[in-house]
């Protein structure tokens, strides 16, 4: 999970969950019902639509080390009664490295349309011997999270960690002065975790794609899963409409990795962001 949980800055449904998705030939079982938080609104119109792809390369210095993809897929799915937007995310590592460490993850995050809220979340991680697959419910009948792992109360809007990364794009970004922080409560594994982005300025910086105006963020990590700190990693976001990452780069407990912007399909709006080629 490490290539593309990195870039976001990161159950079999138990026997008596039920849950429905609705869409493009897939259906799950459901019984949730709409619910209890205050409606959430925005005021600026969705950065991305169906069909946006975005593919980084994850590297340490000049050593490739694997490939991270960010997916909204081309269909409208129907979770829980509500229109979703299903976001995948898949790393990959490089085929020089599969000798000695070989994975392939994937998650699946279903997002309600017109609130940003997490409804259902699915991971599937293949990571050397290391195998397991989770599926979360985000039941606002209830206020519960229902996983592999358990069930857990939910007080207050909570994203999984693929979703929390396109909440991020949702919000009006372009017009907060540095130093203003957003949390962002993200739910992982077993536990909500108060993470969020803080906003640090703006900086023209140059990638293989050309040379770019950006916002500059640091997301709020958890310090002590992979990362040495909670405010070390620094991502570059396009400074125009779509608000797509162009690099990403943090020190971890031994070294440090980046991610660049390699390749990107189907943006909603044109990226006048980038000065040159």
Not at 6 to 23: I, N, Y
Not at 135 to 151: A, C, E, L, S
Request: positive net charge; contains cysteine; glycine residues 6%.
């Amino acid at each position: 999970m490490w290539a593309w949980s990195f870039v976001v800055s990161l159950f079999v449904l138990p026997s008596k969950a039920k849950c429905t998705v609705q869409g493009a030939g897939k259906t799950l079982a459901d019984t949730s019902r709409r619910v209890s938080f205050p409606p959430r609104t925005f005021n600026k119109p969705v950065p991305f639509q169906p069909g946006e792809k975005l593919v980084f390369r994850v590297h340490y210095g000049w050593l490739t080390a694997g490939e991270a993809t960010f997916e909204v897929y081309p269909q409208i799915y129907t979770v829980h009664g509500l229109p979703a937007y299903v976001f995948r995310g898949s790393g990959k590592t490089a085929s020089a490295i599969e000798w000695f460490y070989k994975v392939r993850d994937n998650m699946d995050s279903y997002v309600d349309i017109a609130q940003m809220r997490s409804l259902l979340y699915y991971r599937w991680v293949n990571e050397g011997d290391f195998h397991f697959v989770d599926t979360v419910v985000f039941d606002y009948q209830k206020n519960q999270i229902r996983g592999r792992k358990g069930t857990f109360p939910m007080n207050t809007w909570v994203m999984d960690m693929l979703g929390a990364f396109y909440y991020a794009r949702r919000l009006n970004v372009r017009e907060m002065p540095p130093g203003t922080v957003v949390p962002i409560p993200v739910f992982l594994d077993d536990k909500v975790y108060d993470l969020g982005m803080k906003i640090l300025g703006r900086e023209t910086i140059k990638t293989d794609l050309g040379t770019f105006r950006c916002i500059k963020i640091t997301p709020l990590v958890v310090a002590d899963r992979v990362f040495r700190g909670r405010e070390e990693m620094i991502m570059w976001v396009t400074d125009d409409e779509n608000l797509i990452p162009v690099k990403i780069t943090s020190p971890l407990i031994v070294g440090s990795v980046s991610a660049t912007l390699k390749s990107y399909q189907n943006l909603k709006y044109p990226l006048t962001s980038r000065i040159s080629r």
